[in-house]
């Protein structure tokens, strides 16, 4: 299936969970990564259990501090 | 209050553009912008701001300019070494334009003195470094109910969403909770280009000046992220969150907090 990540288009196989996405695009500090599918959140706690399907676009938002020292 | 002669020539290339004109221009010159951290994003922000001719500007920071900093903070100089940042800002600032009025606020920033910083101001600045800070902020903002322009930046990387209330997300919509110290690298540990600050900074100082004079789409809903070395810009879209802790339907966060920080990044 094609799905979009981070506005790229990518083939994966059917039925990847949202953990395994972050694992396989190497996603930095992964456990401090926020998801979203089609513009929706995806509670961390359901990472696991939530599968990606053909056609979606995912973003991963990332913790950036940075400023002023 | 009708412009001077130098005023007229000093914001002539504002007071061109149909978006702004005099009457943006005269909004700009009664309108106030603090910033939080006279740093990366601080510096380039607090530069233009006063150049754009914005009337009062605070700045609240509690350092010292350092020799690491000069790398990327332009509105301080190898001369202001050991000086208050905020007092090395305010100097460049009123030399670049004697118009503005400057306020100093040589302190951090926490849950006791944040509310009475704020209030005075239309708009705030978040150009601190560290995540406690940045969940203050935001915190502090959407109880009181003021617009502000979130922004981090690191490596060649940088990001920025605007805040205002009533319309779209917050910071904690996106991100619950500071990550755990040392958990997610900071400037200092991880490097950050110099001109980052310049770009993002200065795209914060942007949607400070769209705010004021009430032109354009701000940043509200959207994150704005940069790639320096692919030299990408994207959008991506952010869905308020009903849940937040803050903000959503039903807050559970009524009181300001002063999360932990490591010792090494204490200060904005």
Known sequence: MFIKVAGEKKEYPEGLTVKELIEKEDVETPQYVTVTINDEFVESGAFESTEVKAGDEVEFLYFMGGGAR | ?268
Do not use: W
């Open chain 2, 1 to 268: 209050m009708a412009f001077t002669n130098e005023q007229l020539e000093r914001y002539s290339r504002h007071i061109i553009l149909k978006e702004v004109g005099a009457k943006g221009q005269k909004k700009l010159l009664n309108s106030s912008v603090l910033i939080i951290g006279a740093g990366g994003l601080g510096a380039p922000a607090a530069m233009y701001l006063a150049a754009a001719g914005v009337g009062t500007i605070g700045i609240a920071d509690a350092d010292e300019v350092d020799l690491s900093n000069l790398q990327r903070q332009v509105i301080h100089t190898t001369a202001d070494l050991g000086k208050a940042k905020v007092k090395s800002a305010k100097e460049t600032m009123q030399a670049i334009n004697p118009d503005v009025k400057v306020n100093t606020y040589r302190k951090f920033i926490t849950s006791e003195n944040i509310m009475d910083i704020i209030r005075d101001y239309d708009f705030i600045i978040d150009g601190t470094d560290n995540f406690p800070a940045k969940f203050l902020i935001n915190d502090a903002c959407v109880m009181a109910q003021k617009p502000f322009s979130h922004a981090g930046i690191i490596r060649f990387k940088g990001q920025l969403m605007t805040y205002v209330p009533g319309e779209g997300p917050c910071y904690r919509c996106v991100f619950k909770d500071p990550p755990p110290k040392d958990a997610v690298p900071t400037c200092k540990q991880a490097g950050v280009i110099g001109a980052m600050g310049g770009v993002i900074g200065s795209l914060q100082a942007m949607e400070a000046v769209k705010y004021i004079i009430g032109k354009g789409d701000l940043l509200t809903g959207r994150l704005l992220t940069y790639d320096a070395l692919t030299m990408t810009f994207r959008t991506i879209k952010l869905p308020k969150n009903h849940d937040c802790p803050v903000c959503g339907d039903h807050p559970t966060i009524t009181k300001l907090i002063d999360y932990e920080q490591a010792e090494c990044d204490m200060h904005m």
